[in-house]
Each structure stands twice: as structure tokens, then as C-alpha cells.
């Protein structure tokens, strides 16, 4: 319980100390215009209450992350609370916040516009590719799991146990259309008619999920894992190394690629600069904090990490399933349902901002208005089409195995074009560059040690491998560096 209560102090902390902090180094300033002013547009440049913003941007990010990423990174032991906060403070906190504040000073701009600014036209090119691909696999893997969650509820043998495609089930087929055409009002809709209404909404029922949950830990009969040692505790240790699966598995917890994705939505609906602290700081913290409340009872529910393991193997890693159980035991029978609808909420509220996201970026880049509904029926529907295939044809495992990799990949790339904005700022850029370096070496491991990608037998030669490429990466932006201090930094 110490381990848990000082993490969750630290993670709050952080948002008065570090939180302030950042915002001397950005230069936050009331006083300059922001994007829902100066590019009004009624459709996603639309100014919101700070409230609603900070919300609606918890649901952007949150997903099914701080909750399942949550339970399966618990499997590896306490070690996963200091991946969570420090994390959480350190890595995702600093990353949502100056890519969200890099989008305002720069007129809602949309992530791989930011990382070309920044990395160069090259890296803006793939990152086009990259980020809408990565958009629309997110789509896909938020409107899959929400769909299996409610068809399992609803009790129909006729259409259940009738399978249509691929495994596919009627219900749940019918389950996916129907959230399909919720997605696709979603994304086509102005940003204040459906998402600025009902997310806030969702908003409290994941914090009413959350909290319900600490109530339980802290008043019930369970008793949270102490962190000892950095020992590697999931059954089959040998097969999931802390570096880098822990660091993959529980990503929206401490630090997400996709989050830079969702921050322009934001950046071009809030009315002044001071508020980004609270809406893209603030809602990372919150999310960290989430992450730290559901890994803390996936430890303590089943009596230690073993018994956690036990029931993840029990269940073919379904941490759905899980999640069910723990909130009929903590909250009861109806609160639980409360539960399920946040879980259910939060997975499709990111699923449609994904969708979305891919839309303006694709418009971004081709230069396509986006006020004309027609304009924006026509960049959306390729986008759909290729979230469905994605679904009928890719099993869940796959999905999100290449999801968490992208994902922190983007983190990746985001980062590094952080440590140049700040390096050009003349501020002290290693607040970026020391997280840079380490999800760099994060993601190039991964590549080496998953058996989904080179799966190197060698563990010791794959991190060798890593190291050496990460070595290659902070050589490049050292020489990049000299060179911008030799012929003058160009504008930030």
C-alpha cells in the first residue's frame, strides 16, 4: 500500500511542480492568440470551456490503455507502478503537453506536420503514412473490443451462436455496424455538436469507474504488492523482458504516441494558452493515475502477482474478462455495469477520435477544406473502408501486438521533434532528448526481441543490436545539433 500511496502522491504532485515548470519553458501566455479564435471554422476549430476540453481529451487518449494496459503490465510485479508514474510525469506528461502547446502556438497543426517542421521533410512523409495507418488500426482495435464486450451482454443464442464471417458471430457483426455508424457521425459532425456533448459525460463515468475502484482499495480487505526489488515476476519471464515488453504493454499509462495524435483536436477548441496545462498535462496525470488504480487492484484482487498471473492464463490473457470480474466483486452487480459502460466508453470514445484524427490529417496534408461535409465524406470514407477490412481479417493479438509497437514508435518520433523545438527555443532540451533516447532504444529492442519481428534467440546480441542502432540515432541529432549552432538556429 506505502508503494501505491506514494506513487499516486507523486503523480499529483507532479501536475503543480513539473506541470508548472513546463510552462515556463514553453512560454505559455494568456495573452496570444489560439487557433479557435484566429481559424473559427464551426466544424473543428470551435472554442469550449477548459472543463470540457480536459475531458473530452481524457476520453481521446485513454482508450482501453490505463485500464487493460493496466492489468496485463501488472502481471510483471510492483516494478510496473514505477513504469506508470515515472512515466506518467517524466515521459508522457512532457510529451502531451509541449506537442499539444506546439500545435497551439502553431495553429492547430497535426502531428506529422509538427514532426516534419521539425525532423525534416523526409521524416514528414512516412509519418503521414505511419500516423494515419497507426489512426486507423486504433479505429479498428476500439471498435472491435467494445463490440465483443456488449454482444457478450446481450442475451440472444439465436444470432450468438450463428457465425457469419470469420469467426464473426451475427450479433457481434451487428454490434461493430452499429458503433461503425456512430464512428462515422462522429468524425463527419462539428467537434461541439455530438463529441463536445456526450464525451463529458463518459468523462465522469471513467473517473466515477476509477474512483469507486480506489474506494475499494483502500477501505476493502485487499492488500496491494510493496515494491522491493525490479524483479520480473509474469509467468514466463523468460519470453516477456521488463525491457522493452513492460514499456509496450502499458503505454497509455505512462507515455503513448497516439496522444500527440489526439492534442491538435484540442489545440484548436481551447480559448487561451493556460489552459493547456490542465488539458493536456492535467488529462495524461489523470490517466496515469487511472493506470496506477487498475494495476493496483489486478495485483491485490487475486492475492499477489502470482494469483493475477494464474487468472490472466485462465482467461487467454482476456483482460476484459477480468476487468468484469473485479467489478462485480468491488462495486456489485449494478455499480459494476457502471463500470463496463466506462471500459465500454472510453475504448469507443478513442476509436472515433482516432478515425477523426486520420481525417484532418489526411486533409492536412492534401490540402482539403474541411468546413464542406461532401469534402469530408470523401477524405473519410477510404479511411473507414480500410478500419473494417483490418477487422474481419486481423485477430485481436495481431492488432494490438503492432498496435503497442507503432504506438510508442510515434512516441519516438514525437520527442525527438520535441527536443528540437526546444533545443531551437534555446531551453533546456534534454527534458526531452533523455526520454527520446530511452523509447528509442525501447522500440528498437522490441523490434529485435518479439517473436512477431526478428525475434533474435540471442537476447544479449538483440540488446547489443539496440543499442547500436540507438547510438546511431543520438549521433545523428549531435551532429544536427552542432550544425544549427555553427550556421544559426532557425525559427522554433
Not at 439465436?158 to 469467426?167: A, E, K, M, P
Not at 477487422?391 to 504506438?407: E, G, H, K, P, Q
Request: proline share 4%.
Amino acid at each position: 500500500m506505502i508503494t501505491f500511496l506514494i506513487c499516486l502522491a507523486l503523480l499529483v504532485a507532479a501536475y503543480f511542480t513539473y506541470g508548472t515548470y513546463l510552462e515556463r519553458v514553453c512560454g505559455i501566455d494568456e495573452k496570444n492568440p489560439v487557433p479557435s479564435a484566429t481559424h473559427f471554422d464551426g466544424v473543428d476549430y470551435v472554442p469550449m470551456p477548459r472543463w470540457r476540453t480536459f475531458l473530452i481529451q481524457l476520453l481521446n487518449i485513454a482508450g482501453l490503455g490505463p485500464i487493460f494496459g493496466a492489468i496485463l503490465g501488472a502481471a510483471y510485479g510492483p516494478v510496473a507502478f514505477l513504469w506508470i508514474t515515472l512515466g506518467g510525469i517524466f515521459f508522457g506528461a512532457m510529451h502531451d503537453f509541449v506537442a499539444g502547446v506546439i500545435s497551439v502556438k502553431q495553429d492547430g497543426l497535426s502531428l506529422p506536420e509538427i514532426i516534419g517542421r521539425y525532423l525534416g521533410r523526409g521524416a514528414k512523409l512516412f509519418m503521414r503514412l505511419f500516423t494515419v495507418g497507426l489512426m486507423i488500426l486504433v479505429g479498428a482495435v476500439f471498435m472491435s473490443q467494445p463490440a465483443e464486450l456488449i454482444a457478450a451482454k446481450i442475451d440472444c443464442p439465436t444470432l450468438d451462436n450463428h457465425i457469419v464471417v470469420n469467426g464473426f458471430s451475427a450479433m457481434l457483426l451487428i454490434v461493430i455496424g452499429v458503433i461503425l455508424i456512430y464512428y462515422v457521425i462522429a468524425t463527419l459532425l462539428p467537434v461541439d455538436k455530438l463529441i463536445g456533448r456526450i464525451y463529458p459525460i463518459f468523462g465522469f463515468a471513467l473517473f466515477f469507474m476509477a474512483g469507486g475502484i480506489l474506494v475499494a482499495l483502500l477501505f476493502g480487505d485487499y492488500t496491494i504488492p510493496e515494491l522491493t526489488s525490479l524483479r520480473n515476476q509474469i509467468a514466463g519471464a523468460e519470453n516477456f523482458p521488463i525491457m522493452p515488453t513492460l514499456f509496450t504493454t502499458i503505454a497509455c499509462g505512462a507515455i503513448s504516441g497516439f496522444h500527440a495524435t489526439q492534442s491538435p483536436l484540442m489545440a484548436r477548441c481551447i480559448r487561451n494558452e493556460k489552459e493547456c496545462k490542465s488539458v493536456f498535462f492535467g488529462a495524461m496525470i489523470a490517466e496515469s493515475i487511472i493506470a496506477l488504480i487498475w494495476a493496483a487492484i489486478a495485483m491485490a484482487f487475486w492475492g499477489n502477482v502470482e494469483g493475477l498471473n494464474e487468472a490472466l492464463g485462465a482467461s487467454a490473457n482476456k483482460a476484459a474478462i477480468l476487468v468484469d470480474e473485479i467489478a462485480n466483486a468491488t462495486m456489485g452487480r449494478w455499480l459494476a455495469y457502471l463500470v463496463i459502460f466506462g471500459v465500454i466508453a472510453a475504448a469507443i470514445t478513442s476509436g472515433d477520435t482516432a478515425f477523426r484524427s486520420a481525417r484532418l490529417i489526411v486533409a492536412d496534408f492534401m490540402g482539403i477544406e474541411q468546413k464542406s461535409l461532401a469534402k469530408r465524406v470523401a477524405v473519410s470514407l477510404p479511411i473507414f473502408a480500410l478500419g473494417v477490412i483490418i477487422i474481419l481479417f486481423l485477430d485481436f493479438r495481431t492488432m494490438w501486438s503492432y498496435f503497442a509497437w507503432m504506438n510508442q514508435s510515434l512516441a519516438v518520433f514525437t520527442l525527438w521533434a520535441i527536443t528540437v523545438y526546444l533545443f531551437r527555443r534555446g531551453k533546456w532540451f534534454y527534458l526531452a532528448m533523455i526520454p527520446a533516447l530511452v523509447m528509442t532504444y525501447v522500440c528498437v529492442s522490441y523490434i529485435f526481441v518479439s517473436p512477431i519481428m526478428a525475434g533474435m534467440e540471442n537476447r544479449t546480441l538483440a540488446y547489443l543490436c539496440a543499442g547500436g542502432v540507438t547510438l546511431v540515432v543520438l549521433i545523428y541529432f549531435v551532429v544536427l545539433f552542432r550544425k544549427s549552432v555553427i550556421h544559426g538556429k532557425s525559427a522554433a
